[in-house]
C-alpha cells in the first residue's frame, strides 16, 4: 500500500471494485468509516470469478478464471470466519508438488537430487552453506549466486513464473521475496539457523507473523469470497457500491484539490488503469507527467487459465495425486507454465466422480484412481500468453506434461476421453516486480499519494497475493 489515510476524514471513497477494493472497503467499514465504492464494470471481483458448471453437491464442476487457492495465515483464517467462506485443505496425501524435466515428473523435494544431478546438488549445498549475501539485484543473479545455475534454472524459474508469470530476470528481489535479502556476510544457511534460535524466544501466536500458512481454497470457489464481502458491505449500512459507474475526471480533480478535506480516497487499481486516471487528472491540472509516464512504464504479464475436465481413464497409471506440477523455461518444446491439479487438491472438484482413493495397483505412487470408469477429474492449465490457444495444441501439452502417469488421450477426438475446456485470458493479469514499477513507487510516494487521504492499494503495490492484501492494515 502506498500513501496513507487521513485519520480525521470519517468518510473513504474507493475507485476499483477488484478484490483489492472490496477489501479495502471491508477495512475501512470496520475502522467505522462510511464507504462509497466506485466500479466501472458491471460485476465486482476483477480477475476472480468462478464458473459453477454444475453445482451438484458433495461434487462440483467450477471453473476458476484465476487463482484458484491461496495461503491462510492465521489473520487470513480469521477473516474467511468473519465472513462465513468455508474453505478446505489441501487433501491428506495430496499435497505432493512436480517439476517436469526432460518429459518426466520430478516429485520435490525428494526428487532434487535426481532432478539437479550429483554435480549439481553438490553445488547447491555449497552455495547454500557457503555462498555470502551481496547488494540485492533481479532474482535471477540472486538465484545463480545461493543456489547455482541449475538448480535457478530448475527449481527457482518455474516456481517464479507460477507466482508471478514473469522471468527472474525482470523481478527485483527486494520487491518480490524480501526476506531473501539477508544481513552483509551471511550465507542462507547462517540466516536460517540466526532465524531458528530467534523463534525459541516465545511471542504471541497473535503476533507471531511468521507462523505457518496452509493452502486453503474455498468449497464455493473464489467467487464465494468476493459474494460474501459484498453481502457482509451492503449488511452494515455504511457502504454503497456503484457498479457501471466511472467518475468523471473533472469531478475527481476537484475533489482531490489542494481545499479538497471530505474523503480518503483508494485507488484499488491495476497500474494500467490508475495511469488513466492520472494522465487525465495532470492534463486537467497542467502539470508535468512524471507519475503517468512512470506507471505507463510498468511491464504487465499476460496470463490464460483453461480448466480441464478429463476422464481419468486417459491415465494408464492412474490419475495424477498432489497439487500440480510446474514446467521450467528450459524444458524443450513446452508453452505451458504448468497444471494444477484440482480434483486431487481439493473436496468436491471433481465431475462425476467420487472422492479418489489410492490406486494400489499402479506402480506410480502418485496417481489415484476413481470409482467409476467414467469419472472425470477437474485441472488448470497456465499459459503466459493472451492470444487464443488452438485446442489441439493445449491437447498436446496437457498429454506431453502428463506423460508420467500414463496420458493418452484419444486420437478419435475430444469427445471419446471426455474432454472439456474452460479459458480465461487476461492481456494485462499481473505487473512485473521489477525496477520500473519499483521508479512508479516512488513517483507515487513523492508525488500524487504524498498527501494523507489518499492511497492506491492493487496487485501493483507489493499486494500481488490475497494473503498480502487481507493482512494489510488501513
Known amino acids: 500500500m502506498i500513501g496513507k489515510l487521513d485519520p480525521t476524514r470519517k468518510k473513504s471513497i474507493v475507485i476499483g471494485g477488484g478484490i483489492a477494493g472490496l477489501i479495502a472497503a471491508y477495512r475501512l467499514v470496520q475502522a467505522g468509516q462510511t464507504v462509497q465504492i466506485y466500479e466501472k464494470s458491471n460485476r465486482l471481483g476483477g480477475l476472480i470469478q468462478t464458473r459453477v458448471l454444475d453445482a451438484g453437491l458433495p461434487s462440483m464442476r467450477l471453473a476458476e478464471t484465476a487463482a484458484h487457492s491461496f495461503l491462510a495465515s492465521p489473520d487470513v483464517l480469521k477473516f474467511?470466519?468473519?465472513l462465513a467462506v468455508d474453505c478446505v485443505q489441501v487433501r491428506p496425501g495430496c499435497k505432493g508438488r512436480f517439476v517436469l524435466w526432460r518429459g518426466r515428473a520430478r516429485s520435490l523435494p525428494g526428487g532434487i537430487f535426481g532432478l539437479l544431478g550429483p554435480i549439481?546438488?553438490?553445488g547447491l549445498l555449497f552455495r547454500v552453506l557457503l555462498a555470502r549475501f551481496r547488494a540485492p539485484g533481479n532474482l535471477r543473479a540472486w538465484g545463480d549466486r545461493h543456489l547455482g545455475r541449475r538448480a535457478t534454472d530448475l527449481l527457482l524459474v518455474p516456481f517464479l513464473r507460477g507466482i508471478y508469470g514473469a522471468r527472474p530476470d525482470d523481478l527485483n528481489v527486494e520487491m518480490t521475496f524480501p526476506r531473501l535479502v539477508g544481513l552483509p556476510g551471511h550465507s542462507l544457511?547462517?540466516?536460517?539457523?540466526g532465524e531458528k534460535i530467534t523463534r525459541r524466544v516465545k511471542v504471541p501466536a497473535a503476533l507471531d507473523r511468521r507462523a505457518r500458512s496452509k493452502m486453503v481454497a474455498p468449497r464455493l470457489g473464489m467467487e464465494s469470497l468476493v459474494r460474501a464481502l459484498e453481502a457482509k458491505l451492503r449488511a452494515s449500512g455504511r457502504c454503497?457500491?456503484?457498479?457501471g459507474q466511472e467518475l468523471d475526471p473533472g469531478v475527481l480533480n476537484t475533489r482531490l484539490g489542494p481545499n479538497s478535506s471530505d474523503?480518503?480516497?483508494?485507488?484499488?487499481?491495476?497500474?494500467?488503469?490508475?495511469c488513466e486516471i492520472v494522465a487525465r487528472i495532470e492534463t486537467l491540472e497542467g502539470i508535468e507527467p512524471t507519475f503517468s509516464a512512470s506507471l505507463r512504464r510498468v511491464k504487465q504479464v499476460p496470463l490464460t487459465t483453461i480448466t480441464v475436465f478429463v476422464k481419468d481413464s486417459v491415465f494408464r497409471r492412474g490419475a495424477p495425486k498432489g497439487v500440480g506440477i510446474l514446467i521450467p523455461e528450459a524444458e524443450k518444446g513446452r508453452q505451458c507454465l504448468g497444471i494444477l491439479f484440482n480434483s486431487s487438491s481439493w473436496e468436491g472438484r471433481v465431475g462425476e466422480s467420487s472422492a479418489?482413493?489410492?490406486d494400489t495397483r499402479s506402480p506410480a505412487k502418485d496417481a489415484i484412481s476413481s470409482a467409476t470408469p467414467d469419472a472425470r477429474s477437474s485441472y488448470t492449465m497456465m499459459f503466459s500468453s493472451s492470444a487464443p490457444l488452438p485446442d489441439d495444441l493445449v491437447r498436446r501439452e496437457f498429454q506431453a506434461v502428463l506423460q508420467s502417469w500414463?496420458?493418452?488421450l484419444s486420437d478419435d477426438g475430444p469427445a471419446n476421453d471426455g474432454w472439456e475446456t474452460h479459458p480465461t485470458s487476461w492481456p494485462r493479469a499481473l505487473p512485473v516486480y521489477g525496477d520500473d514499477l519499483r521508479a512508479a513507487w516512488d513517483a507515487a510516494s513523492q508525488g500524487f499519494f504524498a498527501k494523507p487521504g489518499r492511497v492506491w492499494f492493487s496487485n501493483s503495490t507489493g499486494q500481488i497475493s490475497l494473503r498480502g492484501m487481507i493482512e494489510t492494515r488501513f
Open 240 to 243: 454503497e457500491i456503484f457498479l
Open 406 to 408: 500414463g496420458c493418452r
Open 120 to 122: 549439481g546438488f553438490l
Open 80 to 82: 474467511c470466519e468473519e
Open 356 to 358: 479418489p482413493a489410492k
Open 189 to 193: 544457511a547462517s540466516r536460517w539457523i
Open 263 to 274: 474523503a480518503n480516497w483508494v485507488f484499488a487499481l491495476p497500474a494500467p488503469a490508475l
